[in-house]
């Protein structure tokens, strides 16, 4: 990750609203002056080596920092962990996502990993066992006082139930069950040696160990250099594999994950929270895990769920409920054995078949689709039958082995006016909050194609009864047709999903939605030229976009400011003349998509600084709701102006927070996707 100046400002302000001022200084020295040891630390920060120690023992304990021991002077340099710093803003939306895939008490123990950082499975579960101990007391002295006042009353039997505490874990063995279901989801995975080493430090060791090892004699020649290269590649694997050492012991035991598969129909929508879909899964036929395992959150694979949901919501925005639906159950088999987002170029090949599992999509079949949907699901919704004559059976049913490269329409750049149905179709991706929806656990409702549609020639109800894999073939044949591609018909009933060219295509459709809020309709229009033509002449641009001159001109100045489109000064001779020189005007995708990343930092940033100076103002009113005679009791306790204050301020950090989130949104299309 490229730290700048906004996003180490940003990661030291994430930090100091999670985890206090002291972690927050010493993080954002770290980003500052690089990697340091802890002398170094007490000179940069002008703090007291107890104080320094507390606060890289709370960053290490989050797994926000780096450490490499030297081996001759036996001390520790410390470096800063930006992804991970940067991923607790997105604290709330994995546990939405936990939440919704998973159910609450999945999403209860995720919290408590989030809340705690890396943890021993011992340390959790005794945890968990004094919370469950707690409940059982309280329970039982809430009976017992109810016998004794029925005692007192002189009446027989029991008159109230003791109203037991809702936890949301109410067993050893129910936790159990949850964490060896988010360990095969690759939610969380294990604390290995070289956890804390940088990928840079571990690069390093990696190809020292192989030089000493396989070329002692040194590397010569290029097919020596090939060797090393899969030499360390081979190495870097195992390095990654260690975090997956708690799932292999579990998929050794395979006869537990079979039995609960069984019991809850496939596992995929069976929630976690010790019943099935069916009820009858049995939370002891899991198996046991390690107490001496150190576990934490996997931020990588959940990026990758994440990912799912951000593709999800923009089916559901184009085609409707029902095909969004079936979208939603294709990517969750696709990426079930997929590990991250984005491929390591250090490691990551595609001759290695292992990597293909983990870090390929593969395909997925028709028959497999069908089984995961729920019978209770309509596919007829959002299906409309075209006269015969107006079908291509050969184009419809055409199969792709390799993906398809980008088509430019050159007339679609240079149209006047309104936008065509596809620039509709890629402005919904700009979403405005986080979608609900999931593949899951919830059933398509009306929307935009949540109803049944009426056939033109009246056989309606014959077409209604229509085989459900032939409906479900219609919806995964019209996500193949689609302009964005969103799946690929790659053999005979099997599909699969383009992500490369795919998110390139979304990323596409932000910046168009944010040129389009910026410079308006021309400014978009004009950036569309550019984009398909190429670099244009300042002279030739007014012709080809029809437009003056002088409002060219104003517009294109507007854009470069903006960081939209660029211009290139190429002289006619050796001498640098500007009354002799051709300008010409160009769109830069990825300078234009940097440039819009850097902003939403500052943005960011801006909102979270705001927030802190409504806290500053609001003090006393937010010291006086933290009393304990207040808490939960606002209304009714405070004076009407005090609420008053305390309501607003309450509104404008929902609508910072809020800010914050749909920003990250076009971060994490941006840069992690």
Same mark, same amino acid.
């Given at each position: 990750?490229?730290?700048?100046?906004?996003?180490?400002?940003?990661?030291?302000?994430?930090?100091?609203?999670?985890?206090?001022?002291?972690?927050?200084?010493?993080?954002?020295?770290?980003?500052?002056?690089?990697?340091?040891?802890?002398?170094?630390?007490?000179?940069?920060?002008?703090?007291?080596?107890?104080? =320094?120690?507390?606060?890289?023992?709370?960053?290490?304990?989050?797994?926000?920092?780096?450490?490499?021991?030297?081996? /001759?002077?036996?001390?520790?340099?410390? @470096?800063?962990?930006?992804?991970?710093?940067?991923?607790?803003?997105?604290?709330?939306?994995?546990?939405?996502?936990?939440?919704?895939?998973?159910?609450?008490?999945? +999403?209860?123990?995720?919290?408590?990993?989030?809340?705690?950082?890396?943890?021993?499975?011992?340390?959790?579960?005794?945890?968990?066992?004094?919370?469950?101990?707690?409940?059982?007391?309280?329970?039982?002295? *809430?009976?017992?006082?109810?016998?004794?006042?029925?005692?007192?009353?002189?009446?027989?039997?029991?008159?109230? &139930?003791?109203?037991?505490?809702?936890?949301?874990?109410?067993?050893?063995?129910?936790?159990?069950?949850?964490?060896?279901?988010?360990?095969?989801?690759?939610?969380?995975?294990?604390?290995?040696?070289?956890?804390?080493?940088?990928?840079?430090?571990?690069?390093?060791?990696?190809?020292?160990?192989?030089? +000493?090892?396989?070329?002692?004699?040194?590397?010569?020649?290029?097919?020596?250099?090939?060797?090393?290269?899969?030499?360390?590649?081979?190495?870097?694997?195992?390095?990654?594999?260690?975090?997956?050492?708690?799932?292999?012991?579990? @998929?050794?035991?395979?006869?537990?994950?079979?039995?609960?598969?069984?019991?809850?129909?496939?596992?995929?929508?069976?929630?976690?929270?010790?019943?099935?879909?069916?009820?009858?899964?049995?939370?002891?036929?899991?198996?046991?895990?390690?107490?001496?395992?150190?576990?934490?959150?996997?931020?990588?694979?959940?990026?990758?769920?994440?990912?799912?949901?951000?593709?999800?919501?923009?089916?559901?925005?184009?085609?409707?409920?029902?095909?969004?639906?079936?979208?939603?159950?294709?990517?969750?088999?696709?990426?079930?054995?997929?590990?991250?987002?984005?491929?390591?170029?250090?490691?990551?090949?595609?001759?290695?078949?292992?990597? +293909?599992?983990?870090?390929?999509?593969?395909?997925?079949?028709?028959?497999?689709?069908?089984?995961?949907?729920?019978?209770?699901?309509?596919?007829?919704?959002?299906?409309?039958?075209?006269?015969?004559?107006?079908?291509?059976?050969?184009?419809?049913?055409? =199969?792709?082995?390799?993906?398809?490269?980008?088509?430019?329409?050159?007339? /679609?750049?240079?149209?006047?006016?309104?936008?065509?149905?596809?620039?509709?179709?890629?402005?919904?991706?700009?979403?405005?909050?986080?979608?609900?929806?999931?593949?899951? *656990?919830?059933?398509?409702?009306?929307?935009?194609?949540?109803?049944?549609? +009426?056939?033109?020639?009246?056989?309606? #109800?014959?077409?209604?009864?229509?085989?459900?894999?032939?409906?479900?073939?219609?919806?995964?044949?019209?996500?193949?047709?689609?302009? $964005?591609?969103?799946?690929?018909?790659?053999?005979?009933?099997?599909?699969?999903?383009?992500?490369?060219?795919?998110? $390139?295509?979304?990323?596409?459709?932000?910046?168009?939605?944010?040129?389009?809020?910026?410079?308006?309709?021309?400014?978009?229009? #004009?950036?569309?030229?550019?984009?398909?033509?190429?670099?244009? !002449?300042?002279?030739?641009?007014?012709?080809?976009?029809?437009?003056?001159?002088?409002?060219? $001109?104003?517009?294109?100045?507007?854009?470069?400011?903006?960081?939209?489109? *660029?211009?290139?000064?190429?002289?006619?001779?050796?001498?640098?003349?500007?009354?002799?020189?051709?300008?010409?005007?160009?769109?830069?995708?990825?300078?234009?998509?940097?440039?819009?990343?850097?902003? &939403?930092?500052?943005?960011?940033?801006?909102?979270?600084?705001?927030?802190?100076?409504?806290?500053?103002?609001?003090?006393? =009113?937010?010291?006086?709701?933290?009393?304990?005679?207040?808490?939960?009791?606002?209304?009714?306790?405070?004076?009407?102006?005090?609420? !008053?204050?305390?309501?607003?301020?309450?509104?404008?950090?929902?609508?910072?927070?809020?800010?914050?989130?749909?920003?990250?949104?076009?971060?994490?299309? =941006?840069?992690?996707?």
């Amino acid at each position: 990750m490229l730290v700048t100046q906004s996003v180490a400002e940003l990661c030291a302000l994430l930090i100091d609203e999670l985890h206090g001022e002291l972690p927050s200084r010493i993080f954002a020295t770290l980003l500052n002056r690089g990697r340091s040891s802890l002398i170094q630390l007490v000179q940069y920060t002008s703090m007291t080596p107890r104080q =320094i120690r507390h606060g890289l023992a709370v960053l290490l304990q989050h797994n926000l920092l780096f450490y490499q021991v030297d081996p /001759e002077t036996q001390t520790a340099a410390y @470096e800063a962990n930006a992804d991970y710093a940067y991923n607790l803003l997105r604290t709330g939306k994995i546990l939405e996502m936990v939440d919704t895939s998973y159910g609450g008490p999945a +999403k209860d123990v995720m919290q408590s990993l989030l809340l705690l950082g890396q943890t021993r499975i011992s340390d959790l579960t005794a945890a968990y066992q004094e919370k469950i101990d707690q409940a059982t007391k309280a329970t039982n002295t *809430h009976k017992m006082e109810i016998d004794d006042e029925n005692e007192a009353n002189g009446v027989n039997g029991h008159s109230h &139930s003791p109203k037991k505490p809702d936890l949301p874990v109410k067993s050893i063995a129910q936790l159990n069950s949850i964490l060896s279901r988010l360990v095969e989801a690759e939610l969380i995975d294990a604390v290995h040696a070289r956890t804390f080493q940088s990928p840079d430090d571990i690069f390093r060791d990696v190809e020292k160990e192989v030089i +000493k090892t396989h070329f002692p004699n040194g590397v010569k020649g290029g097919k020596a250099k090939i060797e090393l290269e899969e030499s360390i590649a081979e190495g870097l694997r195992k390095v990654r594999s260690d975090s997956k050492s708690l799932k292999r012991k579990l @998929e050794q035991n395979a006869g537990a994950a079979k039995r609960r598969k069984l019991f809850s129909n496939g596992g995929l929508n069976g929630s976690l929270n010790g019943s099935a879909t069916n009820g009858v899964h049995d939370e002891d036929t899991d198996p046991g895990l390690d107490p001496m395992f150190v576990i934490r959150i996997n931020y990588e694979k959940c990026l990758v769920d994440l990912r799912n949901r951000r593709l999800v919501q923009f089916v559901q925005e184009t085609f409707g409920d029902t095909s969004a639906y079936v979208y939603g159950i294709l990517l969750r088999l696709l990426t079930k054995r997929l590990s991250r987002c984005r491929l390591d170029p250090r490691m990551d090949t595609a001759d290695n078949d292992d990597e +293909k599992e983990s870090s390929g999509p593969g395909f997925v079949t028709t028959t497999e689709i069908l089984d995961n949907l729920k019978t209770s699901v309509d596919l007829s919704l959002g299906l409309g039958k075209p006269a015969k004559e107006a079908i291509s059976v050969r184009a419809a049913e055409k =199969i792709q082995e390799n993906p398809s490269k980008k088509k430019i329409k050159i007339e /679609e750049a240079e149209v006047d006016g309104h936008a065509s149905a596809d620039e509709d179709d890629d402005s919904g991706a700009d979403s405005d909050g986080e979608s609900d929806y999931d593949s899951d *656990h919830k059933e398509p409702s009306s929307g935009m194609n949540g109803t049944k549609v +009426k056939f033109a020639d009246g056989a309606g #109800l014959k077409e209604s009864r229509l085989d459900r894999p032939a409906m479900l073939r219609q919806h995964l044949l019209l996500l193949a047709e689609s302009s $964005q591609r969103f799946i690929r018909h790659c053999g005979q009933n099997e599909w699969t999903v383009d992500f490369i060219p795919l998110l $390139q295509a979304l990323r596409e459709a932000e910046l168009d939605s944010v040129i389009e809020r910026t410079s308006g309709r021309q400014g978009l229009r #004009l950036a569309r030229i550019l984009r398909v033509k190429g670099k244009l !002449d300042e002279k030739a641009l007014p012709n080809v976009a029809l437009m003056r001159k002088a409002e060219m $001109q104003q517009k294109m100045l507007e854009m470069q400011t903006a960081g939209f489109v *660029h211009v290139q000064e190429v002289p006619r001779d050796n001498k640098a003349d500007v009354k002799k020189s051709f300008f010409l005007w160009f769109c830069d995708v990825d300078k234009s998509l940097n440039k819009l990343l850097e902003t &939403s930092y500052k943005t960011m940033v801006h909102c979270i600084q705001v927030l802190e100076v409504l806290r500053q103002k609001e003090k006393d =009113i937010l010291l006086l709701t933290k009393r304990s005679d207040v808490r939960g009791r606002e209304k009714d306790v405070m004076r009407k102006e005090y609420y !008053d204050r305390y309501s607003r301020f309450l509104e404008n950090e929902k609508k910072l927070f809020a800010q914050v989130m749909r920003i990250d949104d076009l971060v994490a299309l =941006i840069r992690d996707f």
